[in-house]
Nanobody, 126 residues
Framework: VQLVESGGGSVQAGGSLRLSCAAS????????MGWFRQAPGKEREGVTT???????NYADSVKGRFTISQDNAKNTLYLQMNVLKPEDTAMYFC?????????????????????WGQGTQVTVSS
């Protein structure tokens, strides 16, 4: 399984970025997919998840600003980030887990995903 993120960069507060995660060796629609982030000196945290039924969940800090989506034909996961804030600055990771039981967000809360990308840096300046 290989997950490759792209789309990170530096933006000013209020700007937007779209992250992509291309998957190989794993079918996105077979389980849980998620985006996580880790800021310097902080623990990795779940940002958003989508399950195989298309159900999405978001951390309170990003609700209304971030949108997770996936293109099954391209086997690619996306994270649209709008109205970015300096506190969104972090390394963003794509993750996958072949869990079929639903409850992907609860797995995200414990950062319990089996496959991880290498991360892409997002920096938001004020």
């Amino acid at each position: 399984v290989q997950l490759v993120e792209s789309g990170g960069g530096s933006v000013q507060a209020g700007g937007s970025l779209r992250l992509s995660c291309a998957a190989s060796g794993y079918t996105l629609s077979s389980g849980c997919m998620g985006w996580f982030r880790q800021a310097p000196g902080k623990e990795r945290e779940g940002v958003t998840t989508i399950d195989r039924f298309g159900t999405t969940n978001y951390a309170d800090s990003v609700k209304g600003r971030f949108t997770i989506s996936q293109d099954n034909a391209k086997n690619t996961l996306y994270l649209q980030m709008n109205v970015l804030k300096p506190e969104d600055t972090a390394m963003y990771f794509c993750a996958a887990d072949p869990w079929h039981g639903g409850g992907c967000w609860y797995r995200a809360l414990s950062v319990d995903f089996g496959y991880w990308g290498q991360g892409t840096q997002v920096t938001v300046s004020s």
